[in-house]
């Protein structure tokens, strides 16, 4: 029977996620002649992501798009996928969520959160912006450095030796400018958005972590629906985030060339400084979250 | 006897009222001393390079917190945004109706939130499975107790208690403000609080 | 439609507005038909308040307590007097300048307002200005109050918009000082018409006198904008800040604030907060509701009908507003008309919403000093004894003038951006 299914999300319009969840529900109602359809809220319009979760699983919602900190938080086992230099490069993160061995991580999502992962989207390697000069990782050492407070990245810049400080997304431009903290950490398409670059004095591409969203279903919608339409929908989502996926790691060139462009120099971290921060970070991790091994395994491959 | 009863029951709402809101008093205090006090060391450690990673979040819970805590205090105190456009035109006998009607919803809306929040925690379900939140999470899809906030790492749930406390102080207050608007018990000025009616908030 | 009957029908009886909303967001759960939204009721209303910009609030009452308690505000008007010369309408032009000052320190209008008429309308009856004439310009004063940073308007309206709250408060400055010089150029209009009184004669040594001797009052903006712009502290951390600056220039230099007063000072700092947070926790609540009931996005359609470009988009707004600020106040005003008219501000007609917000601020506020719930009135009306009615008849002119800004603002955007990055 006819369905409207209420879809939310955090980002504010125009991202590339809410683009890609309004494909999604265009797909959706041409494939079923209208009888499926999707109204998406964004800017966190239905709440912040706990109270999306809350919706999700009391089925007052229908699906989101959930970051992978969010449901990391709750799930060390989704943690896993933000861990540092699984893979390193944005291309690299383009094949690896659509590998099956990022797919598997959503089995254990009914259980631990009551929601149904269908696929992942994705947002580019993560940069250090600094307004003081850095030309590999020991430089980072002793920085105030404004992080996304997920606990995997907390464990990992503080293994850098920084000192993490948490400021509210809107805040963190004001924060760098005034000198609150020395720098920050940020995805690309966001730090053009915001113009990190003109508060930097440096930027040093990571190519350590980024941040990915799930798309998920609420457990009780889920089970509602018949198998048919379920199929219809993980086939739809996932060709939707295909072209999200693919689309972001193609701008990429294009996004650094605009950072190029910019008077401040752009780095990259030496790939032979990363070996003993990768031991750290999974000796507290890897016992946490085993399946980190094999995303190891996985990453190294692409 | 039902006339003592019935009476007892007055003197009972309206004693647990006050002495609520004795207790709201000092934790509204203590709540205000806290965030000033998070918010300066905040200031001091970052600048000292040894920011404190749970400050901000602690601050935001506190400011949650100093929410419920005054918001069911300032129903016992009658201090609220209301319009009373029409209610100052009528009669002082309709103004008495209105001023009961009014007040009866604070005590129905306090009735209600108690429902949301039964339904929210689901305390019987949690009894049930033996006040384990896993279990209840997989019986019910009710994930509330298996959740920790992100810096503080504390339970959410222990944050969350704001609103049935809340639920529940907001009805006894109503209901002892009900009372008063009714007549049946002699109206009281709440003491230890030196408020002016013209220090309203814009 | 259910919702706004009911919502309508709680208000009018006298429900508390904050409770009118959460009243009528039940009402819409229990009638769409959806039981299962009762269950994120109350973590919705949690959430409305789980916001890091709204801890400004209680730390800038806080500093208007502490500023009171110390005898600073009487200082500022000191301080007013010295810099204004003896000539006609001196004590106008003292009372809109002092009200400037102050609103640099103090977040709210109508606090403003109760402060500056117990200090400015004995002071002018004195001089021989007309009672009712005193009381309604020291409320057009008090309206600076959420306009020139800090604001707890402008606090509100930037977690409700998700936008910098350092942002609008910087917006806000400009429109400011615009309302005040357009606010003295009344006064000189009206001086000429109506005679007014001269100031009293202060000889150039008295004036300087004055001035340093009330200069320490200044350290506690100072030290806010300096710990912001210095790195120290973000724009609610300043705050707190700027609460310890008050206390010690209150104990040490005025020598009106005692530390044993302080527990009271934090008490109704608490419960005057917590007036507006429950509010906003409230609106929460409701917008949700709302959200739910895709009434927004009808509301979008239908302007969209309307109004063809942002021009026309703005001048109807600024009339929907004025509107619903002569009969809802401020905060409570902001609450409802934001979720529902700023998405359509920004998405389809692509104004900044920071822009948009020192528009719908300035509109409600603009609000507070129109029948026939003009807040400010009332204040200065049960602070001074004045009427009402009559004070907002003869301050005309300045209700006219401040139209004149909204609609200079809503044909020049840059006049509210211009000081933002
Ligand atoms: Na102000
Ligand atoms: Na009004």
């Not at chain 2, 007040?103 to 809306?109: C, E, H």
């Not at chain 2, 298996?146 to 109503?174: C, D, K, R």
């Not at chain 3, 309206?157 to 357009?182: E, F, K």
């Not at chain 3, 009339?319 to 809802?328: A, C, D, E, F, M």
């Amino acid at each position: 029977q006819a369905k409207e299914f209420r879809l939310g999300l955090i980002t504010p319009n125009g991202h590339s996620w809410n683009k890609a969840a309004l494909k999604f529900g265009d797909d959706l109602k041409a494939a079923t002649s209208g009888r499926l359809t999707v109204s998406v809220f964004h800017s966190g319009q239905l709440g912040n992501e706990p109270a999306m979760m809350q919706q999700l699983q009391s089925g007052a919602l229908d699906m989101g798009f959930i970051q992978a900190a969010e449901l990391g938080s709750r799930v060390p086992h989704i943690a896993a996928i933000n861990a540092p230099y699984i893979v390193r490069s944005t291309p690299a993160v383009a094949k690896f969520v659509r590998h099956p061995a990022a797919v598997k991580l959503f089995e254990v999502l009914p259980q631990e959160t009551g929601t149904i992962g269908l696929g992942w989207g994705i947002t580019g390697m993560r940069a250090v912006f600094s307004s003081k000069d850095l030309n590999t990782l020991a430089d980072i050492r002793g920085m105030k450095l404004r992080i996304n407070p997920t606990p995997v990245y907390r464990d990992f810049y503080s293994s850098l030796g920084a000192a993490p400080t948490p400021i509210p997304t809107p805040q963190v431009f004001d924060a760098m400018a005034n000198g609150q903290v020395d720098g920050l950490e940020a995805d690309l398409e966001f730090s053009w958005n915001q113009r990190f670059d003109k508060v930097s004095k440096v930027i040093l591409q990571m190519n350590a972590v980024f941040m990915p969203m799930a798309a998920v279903v609420s457990g009780r919608v889920w089970q509602s629906l018949p198998a048919a339409d379920r199929e219809l929908i993980t086939k739809t989502i996932r060709s939707t985030l295909d072209v999200q996926i693919d689309e972001l790691a193609g701008n990429e060139p294009a996004l650094i060339e605009n950072f190029k462009n910019a008077p401040i120099p752009i780095r990259q971290v030496d790939a032979k400084d990363t070996e003993a921060v990768i031991a750290e970070f999974d000796k507290i991790w890897l016992p946490k979250a085993p399946v980190l091994a094999e995303l190891r395994k996985v990453g190294a491959t692409l | 006897m039902p006339a003592t009863r019935a009476f007892s029951v007055r003197r009972f709402i309206v004693r647990a009222s006050s002495a609520l809101l004795a207790v709201e008093r000092l934790a509204l205090m203590g709540l205000m001393y806290l965030l000033t006090g998070l918010i300066l060391v905040n200031v001091v450690t970052r600048y000292s390079h040894f920011p404190i990673y749970w400050i901000d979040e602690s601050a935001v819970y506190c400011v949650v917190w100093l929410t419920f805590i005054g918001a069911s205090a300032m129903t016992r105190l009658r201090l609220d945004f209301a319009v009373t456009m029409l209610t100052e035109r009528l009669s002082p006998q309709h103004q008495k109706l209105a001023k009961v009607i009014s007040t009866g919803l604070v005590v129905v809306f306090g009735a209600a939130l108690i429902v949301t929040c039964v339904l929210w925690m689901d305390p019987v379900g949690l009894a049930r499975a033996g006040f384990d939140g896993r279990k209840l999470a997989a019986e019910t899809f009710n994930f509330l107790y298996t959740e920790h906030t992100q810096t503080l790492n504390w339970p959410t749930w222990i944050l969350y208690l704001t609103l049935p406390i809340f639920a529940v102080s907001m009805t006894i207050h109503g209901l002892a403000n009900l009372l008063e608007d009714l007549g049946l018990v002699p109206r009281v000025t709440p003491k230890g609080f030196q408020l002016s009616e013209l220090d309203g908030v814009n | 439609m259910i919702t706004s009957a009911a919502f309508m029908a709680f208000m009018l009886v006298g429900v508390p507005i904050g409770l009118c909303l959460c009243l009528a967001g039940l009402v819409y759960i229990a009638a769409s038909g959806n039981p299962v939204l009762f269950q994120s009721y109350p973590l919705q209303l949690f959430g409305g308040v789980d916001s890091y910009g709204l801890i400004a609030i209680p730390l800038f009452i806080l500093i208007g307590e502490i500023m009171n308690g110390g005898g600073i505000t009487r200082r500022i008007v000191d301080m007013a007097m010295a810099f204004v010369g003896s000539f006609k309408g001196g004590l106008a032009y003292v009372n809109i300048l002092a009200n400037m000052f102050i609103s640099s320190i103090l977040g709210s209008a109508t606090a403003q307002v109760a402060i500056m008429a117990q200090i400015m309308v004995p002071e002018m009856e004195k001089k021989g200005y007309d009672k009712t004439f005193a009381a309604g310009l020291t409320a057009y004063g008090g309206m600076l109050g959420p306009i020139i940073p800090p604001s707890v308007m402008f606090v509100v309206y930037s977690v409700l918009a998700q936008v910098s709250v350092g942002d609008m408060l910087i917006a806000g400055i400009v429109p400011g000082v615009i309302l005040t010089v357009m606010f003295c150029l009344v006064i000189a209009l009206m001086g000429y018409v109506y005679n007014y009184p001269r100031a009293d004669y202060q000889t150039p040594r008295q004036r300087i006198m004055t001035i340093l001797r009330t200069s320490p009052t200044l350290l506690i903006p100072i030290v806010i904008v300096g710990t912001i712009l210095g790195g120290l502290a973000n724009a609610t951390e300043s705050a707190a800040v700027g609460a310890v600056a008050a206390a010690l220039v209150g104990k040490f230099w005025t020598k009106e604030f005692e530390f044993s007063q302080l527990p009271q000072m934090m008490l109704r700092s608490a419960i005057y907060s917590a007036i507006v947070l429950f509010l906003v926790a409230a609106a929460a609540v409701f917008s949700w509701v709302l959200i739910f009931g895709k009434v927004p996005q009808e509301t979008a359609a239908w302007i969209q009908t309307a109004a063809k470009d942002p021009v026309s988009f703005m001048l109807i707004c600024n009339v929907i507003l004025l509107v619903i600020g002569t009969v809802i106040d401020g905060i409570p005003g902001l609450i409802m008309t934001v979720p529902i008219l700023l998405p359509v501000a920004t998405d389809v007609y692509h104004i900044d919403p920071r822009h948009f917000g020192v528009v719908v601020v300035i509109n409600l506020v603009l609000g507070l000093l129109s029948p026939p719930v003009g807040l400010c009135f009332f204040v200065a009306a049960a602070v001074t004894g004045a009427k009402p009615g009559k004070m907002f008849m003869v301050t005309l002119p300045f209700f006219v003038i401040a139209c004149v800004l909204l609609v200079l603002l809503s044909l020049y955007p840059s006049l509210s951006l211009i000081l933002v990055k």
